[in-house]
């Protein structure tokens, strides 16, 4: 995957064309089925997230432009932080909920969280800083439940388009 990302780049490169992180994630996308979870492209969005804060001062490919446009992550795991903090709430039968349904509370959070920051505290977070402090907040929640020993009631279901 890793050679691959970076014969992308310096195609790119060679061209004198600055790659965007969208550019890549949709390339991913087409390449790999695993990364194609139209319409979100979340596990490309995710890979691109990690690549560029792994990797953007090092090496300067990896500062792909536009990566405050990247959608957000909107995989399960950030669907069950979101429902676990009672932000995205359901009536009735949650199996009957599509999983793009949810995904799509999922940016619509991030997008909302992200501009209630900028204005009640002037904190400005990309996307991409975003994704980081919710997958580490949600990561800590799961260490949490583990030591509990009781599993929370989830409202989704995985998705055949994620080729696990």
């Known amino acids: 995957m890793g050679e691959y990302v970076m014969q992308f780049l310096s195609s790119h490169q060679r061209e004198n064309a600055a790659i965007t992180a969208?550019?890549?994630?949709?390339?991913?996308?087409?390449?790999?089925?695993?990364?194609?979870?139209?319409?979100?492209?979340?596990?490309?969005?995710?890979l691109l997230c990690t690549l560029y804060w792994s990797f953007k001062d090092r090496i300067p490919p990896m500062r792909f432009r536009h990566m405050s446009k990247l959608c957000p992550e909107s995989d399960a795991e950030m669907v069950d932080f979101f429902y676990d903090r009672g932000v995205i709430e359901l009536e009735g039968d949650a199996d009957k909920v599509p999983i793009a349904v949810l995904r799509s509370a999922v940016v619509v959070a991030v997008r909302q969280l992200q501009m209630n920051l900028q204005s009640s505290r002037q904190l400005s977070?990309?996307?991409?800083?975003?994704?980081?402090?919710?997958?580490?907040?949600?990561?800590?929640?799961?260490?949490?439940?583990?030591?509990?020993?009781?599993?929370?009631?989830?409202?989704?279901?995985i998705p055949p388009s994620f080729y696990l």
């Open 22 to 46: 969208s550019e890549l994630a949709l390339d991913l996308a087409k390449t790999f089925p695993a990364f194609n979870d139209k319409p979100f492209y979340s596990k490309a969005c995710g």
């Open 125 to 157: 977070l990309s996307v991409v800083e975003l994704n980081s402090i919710l997958h580490e907040m949600h990561r800590s929640d799961v260490k949490a439940a583990s030591r509990d020993g009781s599993p929370p009631d989830r409202p989704y279901c």
